[in-house]
């Protein structure tokens, strides 16, 4: 399950993100996006849960908890929209 994090501090790195989902399973990956001239956290980041009880019940217990003086928001993470995915024929 993919799992999507925001309103994380800027201050917080992966360690600690997979740490505090570790609490409720496993935790096969954490990426926190950064901006790619510095290098800085932009705030939200993605965990990958392979067992999606686990998931859920992180999702359950960590959504709207403080984390480092933030009130982190977690969701399912979406994926993008089919018609973003999909070629666009403009040989028409």
Do not use: C
């Amino acid at each position: 399950m993919n799992i999507f994090v925001s309103n994380i501090s800027f201050k917080v790195r992966e360690q600690a993100l997979s740490e505090l989902f570790a609490q409720y399973g496993e935790v096969a990956s954490v990426r926190i996006i950064k901006d790619k001239e510095t290098r800085r956290s932009k705030g939200y980041g993605f965990v990958e849960m392979p067992n999606d009880n686990e998931g859920n019940a992180a999702i359950a217990a960590l959504n709207g908890t403080n984390h480092h003086d933030r009130d982190i928001v977690v969701a399912e993470a979406k994926g993008k929209r089919e018609t973003d995915s999909q070629p666009t024929n403009t040989a028409e």
